[in-house]
């Protein structure tokens, strides 16, 4: 499966984004007065080989849910059990991400691919799938939370593998049921530590600079938190260009289903509009496997995790709105939809100047 996803990639289709940059060029606005909306609706005519592209609607939320070893190291002062107990509040719709989904109209799946603890909920009915008044529990698990990254790798090859199928699968699945846009969501207690690893794997960032405080940590746990990611990086050595090497030696579950998402997306050329900084560590690993999956990426926000930003300078993405956010489940990336449908809409709605009757300069 990861091998034919990766076959369907495709580069950016010049030719529907020269007639995006025409179109921009002719419409009732003085040119380039849009900014950076411009560009983004240039690349994702260039994304569906159309101008001008579809609407980026509905939209769906996937939320990936894993714990992970590392947090044997107190990198983080929450219990783990709060991943579990998380997905529970999402299915009962009271998380941020919920209230900025039902305001999106977007639907929300959330996906155990590997939570250590027993679920409250039980999965739900494929009817649910794009009904944003009801998020549903896929249940998927490859095991139930990864091993430490400071004593040994975190996964397997085969199980790093299926984790990233697992999103493939997720991808398809909402695009086949009429996503037009798909949103990155997370839930890990400790999920920042193997993030900030596989950004400093991939863009040869120290760990200093691509690990944050995560959910807050104090000054001491920053410091033992940055010293863990470094031990880690020293002692499986990672290979960037061997991206589920670099998974399985230092990755989460969620990260590696984030990047299955990702390329799932980008195969089918549907846009995946990215939330923090586990989705960017997560789009770095889907670019090492695919370059031309870049493409099909928009940066919701720029977290306030140091590493979001190594991230994205190195996709050479740039990011849509800066709140300071670092909350996760896809919160930043919800915050971020309108922007992108307003940025297709010009092209769908607004008049030419010919067409208005409106003198140019």
């Known amino acids: 499966m990861l091998e034919t996803t990766i076959a369907a990639i495709r580069p950016a289709d010049e030719t529907a984004m020269a007639a995006a940059r025409e179109l921009h060029g002719r419409l009732t ?9 411009e560009d983004l609706s240039v ?19 996937a939320i990936f849910a894993g714990d992970h070893g590392v947090h044997a190291q107190g990198v983080s002062p929450w219990p ?39 679920l409250p909920v039980q999965p739900t009915t494929e009817a649910a799938v794009l009904d944003p008044s ?40 909402l695009i086949d049921a009429g996503a037009g846009i798909l949103l990155t969501g997370d839930m890990g207690i400790g ?22 405080r995560g959910t807050g940590v104090d000054d001491p746990t920053y410091a033992h938190k940055v010293a863990v990611v470094r031990a880690a990086l020293t002692r499986h050595a990672p290979d960037p260009a061997d991206p589920l090497g670099v998974l399985a030696a230092v990755g989460g579950l969620e990260h590696a ?13 549907t846009p995946v509009l990215l939330d923090g900084v586990i989705a960017v560590s997560a789009a770095l690993v889907a670019a090492a496997f695919a370059p031309d999956s870049v493409c099909a990426m928009v940066a919701g926000h720029r977290s306030a995790e140091p590493g979001a930003t190594v991230a994205l300078r190195h996709l050479g993405l740039d990011p849509l709105i800066d709140l300071g956010l670092r909350l996760g489940e ?12 307003g ?14 009757g409106v003198a140019e300069k």
């Open 29 to 37: 606005k003085p040119a380039g007065s849009l900014g950076a909306l």
């Open 43 to 61: 690349r994702l005519a260039g994304l569906a080989g159309a101008c001008p592209p579809p609407l980026p609607e509905p939209a769906a939320v």
């Open 80 to 118: 783990q059990e709060v991943t579990g107990q998380m997905i529970g509040n999402f299915l009962a719709g009271g998380a941020v991400v919920n209230a900025f989904a039902r305001q999106a109209g977007a639907s929300v799946t959330v996906v155990d691919v590997g939570v250590a603890t027993p």
């Open 134 to 173: 009801a998020p549903r529990l896929v249940v998927a698990s490859v095991r139930r939370g990864t091993r430490d990254l400071a004593v040994t790798a975190a996964l397997t090859r085969d199980e790093a593998l299926a984790a990233v199928q697992t999103g493939i699968r997720i991808a398809d699945e």
């Open 191 to 212: 999920n920042t530590t193997p993030a900030a690893a596989l950004i400093a794997a991939f863009t040869g960032a120290d760990a200093l600079d691509a690990t944050g």
């Open 257 to 269: 289903a984030l990047a299955g998402l990702i390329l799932g997306a980008a195969a089918r050329r």
């Open 330 to 341: 896809g919160t930043g990336a919800l915050l971020a939809l309108p922007v992108v449908t």
């Open 343 to 356: 940025a297709v809409r010009v092209l769908h709605e607004v008049a030419t100047f010919d067409s208005a």
